[in-house]
């Protein structure tokens, strides 16, 4: 079974930048499409964005392409959330997610494993 811990969440002015880790242990991190989402209280949890097996295809929410970069590391089983000009609206915990299939889904039901998730406080 996998299991995903994330890491690198905290308390940032507006503006500054946060890099979020999400480490793997279990099954073969290179099968897995990956993904983060966030949930904010009171919302619904979203996708925030993807990345293939491979690393090659990424995909990413409309409202954070361009501020928010998501990379992996195979060889360290682990994926990143580099998250740059951040607002109070992107308060929220953080969650790392995997997929059992090799589609790289923007829907929660489309994931398979989750981490515990991450909380990222943006000040004004």
């Known amino acids: 079974q996998v299991q995903l811990l994330e890491s690198g969440g905290g308390l940032v002015q507006a503006g500054g930048s946060l890099r979020l880790s999400c480490a793997a242990t279990?099954?073969?991190?290179?099968?897995?499409?990956m993904a983060w989402f966030r949930q904010a209280p009171g919302k619904e949890r979203e996708f925030v964005a993807g990345i293939s097996r491979s690393g090659v295809v990424k995909k990413y929410a409309d409202s954070r392409q361009g501020r928010f970069t998501i990379s992996r590391d195979n060889a360290k089983n682990t994926v990143y959330l580099q998250m740059n000009s951040l607002k109070p609206e992107d308060t929220a915990v953080y969650y790392c997610a995997g997929a059992g299939t090799v589609v790289l889904g923007s829907r929660p039901d489309e994931y398979d494993f989750w981490g515990q998730g991450t909380q990222v406080t943006v000040s004004s």
């Open positions: 279990g099954g073969t991190f290179s099968n897995y499409p």
